[in-house]
């Protein structure tokens, strides 16, 4: 589908974009090429089949959450200073 150049110049006034000839030249074939795969798009088969989805692992399988040992409160605010009950981190980001 070939888009008309008249099309592609109101395009451009209303995103406030400047081309000469030859630019708009260039921005119509590619203006072109994304309708082109916009209507190939449209063809494919995008219906939702719900027997593609992975529904096949049942609750009953998955794992138990258990709680397990996790790293020591102490060691992870180590380097952090209580000021007025807030942790005060050191600056990483300049």
Same mark, same amino acid.
């Given at each position: 589908m070939a888009i008309e150049l008249k099309t /592609? %110049?109101?395009l451009c006034e +209303?995103? &406030?974009l400047n081309y000469d000839e030859a630019g +708009?030249? &260039?921005v119509m074939g590619e203006m072109g090429d994304i309708i082109e795969l916009m209507d190939? /798009? &449209?063809s494919f088969d995008l219906?939702? =089949?719900d027997t593609k989805d992975n529904n096949s692992i049942a609750f009953a399988d998955?794992?138990?959450d258990i709680a397990q040992p996790s790293f020591p409160t102490e060691k +992870? +605010? %180590?380097n952090a200073e209580n000021? =007025?009950?807030c942790y005060v981190v050191p600056k990483v980001v300049e």
């Open positions: /592609i %110049q109101h +209303l995103s &406030k +708009l030249e &260039k190939e /798009i &449209k219906t939702y =089949d998955t794992r138990e +992870l +605010l %180590q000021t =007025d009950g």
